[in-house]
């Protein structure tokens, strides 16, 4: 059984009209499409290529829209504007914890007062 190498067939559509393919090449098109569809598929290749260059210019409605969500966007005031990372949240947090941990859990009689008076 014959496998269909549709990448060929999409050359084929976009450089040869269907008048210039070969007996070998008809059979493998017309084993996927009729010959009818490649003729239209080609025209639609032939056309994407010779349009291929145009712009488009969208309406001046467009343009003026997008200036109006681009101001409202930059006129929000935002207090997180520079999100933290959630593991810097997370070891501030733990180190918050472990100050105030060892400032409240270590006796005072481990710190000895500094005798400066030199009793």
Same mark, same amino acid.
């Given at each position: 059984m014959?496998?269909?190498d549709?990448?060929k @067939?999409?050359?084929? +559509?976009k450089? !040869?009209?269907?008048?210039?393919? @070969?007996?070998e090449? !008809?059979?493998q =098109?017309?084993?996927?499409?009729?010959?009818?569809?490649?003729?239209a598929?080609n025209?639609? *290749?032939a056309?994407?290529?010779s349009h291929?260059?145009?712009l #488009?210019? %969208?309406?001046?409605s =467009?343009?003026?829209a997008?200036?109006? =969500? +681009?101001a409202a966007?930059?006129a !929000?005031s @935002?207090?997180?504007?520079f999100?933290? %990372?959630? *593991?810097?949240v997370?070891?501030?947090?733990?180190?918050?914890f472990?100050i105030?941990?060892i400032? #409240?859990?270590i %006796?005072?009689q +481990?710190?000895e007062?500094c005798?400066?008076?030199g009793?």
């Open positions: 014959n496998e269909i549709f990448e @067939n999409e050359e084929l +559509l450089t !040869k009209q269907f008048h210039q393919l @070969n007996d090449e !008809k059979q =098109v017309l084993a996927t499409m009729a010959e009818t569809e490649y003729i598929m025209e639609l *290749y056309h994407m290529r291929r260059s145009e #488009v210019d %969208p309406p001046a =467009v343009k003026s997008l200036d109006k =969500v +681009l966007k930059k !929000k @935002n207090i997180f504007r999100p933290i %990372p959630a *593991y810097q997370a070891a501030m947090a733990i180190f918050f472990l105030g941990f400032m #409240v859990f %006796p005072s +481990l710190i007062p005798n400066l008076a009793s």
